[in-house]
């Protein structure tokens, strides 16, 4: 009797978090409050083990600010970098942190949606919904990142006509085509972001002989990386190691090298794209001539992507407003339809 007092009495005030668990970032959109935590998917840990450190500190931003620079005891990880869950505990330990921190030491317990990557299993799915529930959840929703992609930009997904989104986040991109509140065709490649990145690595060893580190080579592709040329070349001077004199040297690099650069990436999610579209049925590839594609994720940033897109598909391409917020925004908003949509998500029962 009490304990069904109880039970109503926190469900007026019951919170409702969707987490937008990404391979880079993870977001918590709060109902009614909007985004409340953006933080880095990074976690420290003791050095050869899954032991994360226990000062408190050892999750996001101030983690990430290890990455790279961390004494010899110490690493920094990214539990999803490439779209898989390397590590349960220690992805278990980063999405407890970040619940808690927004969940204070409220005594009500949260109702979370959490977007995953689609190309995970249905152990790690398991996994994940298991950690949730341990770092106090009162119901955990899972849901395709893609749909939330499609809700958070506003895309017709519980309509009668399909619609693609092309979610270009930092260790996968994630293509779909969505119809009457489910995905039609979908794929899930290992090329996003982090390739880009890499390839800036590459390019900068190869034709400089100069080692530079993931943090550079990230603000190389974000200050003048593009797809295609648009806007004014720009350059930029970029700092690192000579591979021949060991020593630390700077170098001028051009915007126009950085394409070339990044070519075999965005390539790879060109062919993504096109390969989705081919395995699309005739009716919904119909729709998608009005439609169109929306690019989401922090990837769809890259100045030129949407042109290159365009050129390659015939069809009309834009990216979704603020990107990078895009699938958080989306599961708050599930959120608030919850009763409406609770049977095309995948709730604990069909785990
Ligand atoms: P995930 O969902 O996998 O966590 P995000 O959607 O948060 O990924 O996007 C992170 C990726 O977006 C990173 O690779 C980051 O470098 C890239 N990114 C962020 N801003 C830009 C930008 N302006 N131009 C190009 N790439 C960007
Ligand atoms: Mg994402």
């Not at 990404?22 to 998917?41: D, M, W, Y």
């Not at 220690?90 to 689609?118: C, D």
């Amino acid at each position: 009797m009490f304990e069904r007092m109880l039970d109503k009495f926190s469900g007026w005030f019951t919170i409702d978090m969707g987490i937008d668990l990404g391979t880079c970032n993870t977001l918590v959109a709060v109902r009614g409050q909007g985004i409340v935590l953006n933080e880095p998917s990074v976690v420290a840990v003791r050095k050869g083990t899954n032991e994360v450190l226990k000062n408190g500190q050892a999750v996001g931003m101030v983690a990430k600010e290890m990455l790279g620079k961390t004494p010899g005891s110490i690493s920094a990880v990214r539990p999803l970098k490439d779209g898989v869950i390397s590590d349960f505990k220690i992805t278990e330990a980063m999405l407890a942190y970040f619940i808690h921190k927004v969940n204070g030491n409220s005594f009500i317990r949260p109702r979370v949606v959490i977007s995953i990557p689609s190309g995970i299993t249905a152990v790690e799915k398991r996994a994940v919904y298991d950690s949730a529930e341990l770092a106090g959840a009162k119901r955990t929703f899972l849901i395709e990142e893609p749909v939330a992609a499609a809700i958070g930009a506003g895309l017709p997904f519980a309509e009668a006509t399909a619609s693609m989104i092309v979610d270009i986040g930092g260790g996968t991109t994630e293509v779909a085509v969505m119809s009457l509140a489910d995905i039609a065709v979908c794929e899930s490649v290992r090329v996003a972001g982090d390739d880009m990145d890499e390839a800036i690595i590459n390019h900068m060893k190869r034709t400089y002989n100069l080692m530079i580190g993931e943090q550079t080579a990230e603000r190389v592709k974000i200050e003048i990386g593009s797809a295609a040329p648009v806007g004014e070349e720009t350059s930029m001077e970029v700092r690192g190691r000579d591979m021949i004199s060991g020593l630390p040297r700077k170098t001028v690099i051009t915007s126009e090298e950085i394409r070339e650069a990044l070519q075999e990436p965005v390539g790879a999610i060109i062919e993504a794209v096109t390969r989705t579209l081919e395995r699309c049925e005739p009716e919904l590839a119909a729709d998608l001539v009005d439609n169109g594609i929306v690019l989401a994720g922090g990837g769809a940033l890259l100045r030129g992507l949407d042109v290159v897109l365009k050129n390659a598909t015939g069809l009309d391409c834009r990216v979704a407003d603020d990107p990078l917020t895009c699938v958080a925004r989306g599961t708050a908003i599930f959120l608030e339809n919850i009763e409406m949509w609770k049977d095309t998500l995948e709730s604990d029962l069909d785990l």
